[in-house]
């Protein structure tokens, strides 16, 4: 089914007027088209979703694959009242909202990769490029852009994306049928706004325990690349801020922000 900006906005929860959704054929990135529209100064609530990305891309500077027609790419612009330092735990507000959307598609084995790739069934359904842009200590703008894999093939992956296709799938591969984009976007977009509520009522405790209860991480053995030399290690959790901790094979504390995460048993 094709996207459509009305149809969304029927499906998004009554009394949901923040978002001002721009909707796009193509796009290089939908992260890259809302930075253009924050560094103007659209307000909070500005979302950006296209049915095609040419140049998305995910963390690590990772191509994110985006073929038109099929899944759902959209970025969120938020300007929270939050240090910098808060912008990491801000950041799992979408993986929560995600994991949400997907068990309302009756999705159960739903879980979470630090730091926001979403899983279902133990294989990569989607994952979050978190931006932000601060003026002297404090946040001017977030934006979390969420790409998920709604109604890819298997076949389709596995084509794109060589052997590490194979780790990754998507909900109508999971639920065996289609799965409607436009009711997706909104259901996502409705569990966006509660969780930001509650994070801004409540501060990041209720997001970040949520998030934990869905995390694959804790008690695994892992290695960490991207942040200096390699290393491997146990991963202990996630802290207040948002940092992976992990206890590395000399027995050292280590806090990841950045790396990536390989399982190694
Ligand atoms: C990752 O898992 O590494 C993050 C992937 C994020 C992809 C989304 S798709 C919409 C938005 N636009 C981008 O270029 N990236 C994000």
Redesign the pocket.
Known sequence: MKLDIDVIRKHLATGEPKYEIRLFETVT???AALRELAKAGAREGTVVIADE?TA????LG?P?F?PAGVNL???VLFRPTIPPRDVASFSFLSSVALADAITAEGLEDCTIKWPN?VLVEGKKVA???VECATIDDRVDYVIL???VNLNVTRQALRQALGASGSAASSLSEAAEREIDRNAFAASFLTFLAAWALTYEKQGPARVLDTWRDRDILTGRRVEVRGEGIPYTGRVLGVDSEGYLVMRDTLGTRRRVLTGEIRLAD
């Open positions: 990135s939908t992260n990305q998305g891309h995910g963390r990772k994110w985006s790419y959209a970025s790739d994952g979050t490029l852009g969420v790409g």
